[in-house]
Nanobody, 119 residues
Framework: QVQLVESGGGLVQPGGSLRLSCAAS????????MGWYRQAPGKQRELVAT???????TYVDSVKGRFTISRDNAKNTVYLQMNSLKPEDTAVYYC?????????????WGQGTQVTVSS
């Protein structure tokens, strides 16, 4: 009943930029945290960035100063602006939304979008 659809992935040269989008639809609790995770082949999935409904953000150290997470609460959409991309950023990026409403908790994932940084 909740669906997340990512877009914006692709192939980019080192130093380039991409902007990922994730639109959530369905029965979504308004007080939630949205985030981006990534997983490279053979590697553990890692948290990249999160943003609460009050726009409090967190980032993994490796992307600080290069990536910016933002959201549009009216559209239930989260964005990830990725600048100064490095080959190490190559991964499948997954969108996530979760909330802690005790009566009806939620934790949902998108299908992922491939980001490849290569010359």
């Amino acid at each position: 009943q909740v669906q997340l659809v990512e877009s914006g992935g692709g192939l980019v040269q080192p130093g380039g930029s991409l902007r990922l989008s994730c639109a959530a639809s369905g029965n979504i609790f308004s007080i939630n945290t949205m985030g981006w995770y990534r997983q490279a082949p053979g590697k553990q999935r890692e948290l990249v960035a999160t943003i609460t409904s009050a726009s409090i953000t967190t980032y993994v150290d490796s992307v600080k100063g290069r990536f910016t997470i933002s959201r549009d609460n009216a559209k239930n959409t989260v964005y990830l602006q990725m600048n100064s991309l490095k080959p190490e950023d190559t991964a499948v990026y997954y969108c996530n939304i979760k909330w802690l409403k005790i009566t009806v908790p939620g934790d949902y994932w998108g299908q992922g979008t491939q980001v490849t940084v290569s010359s």
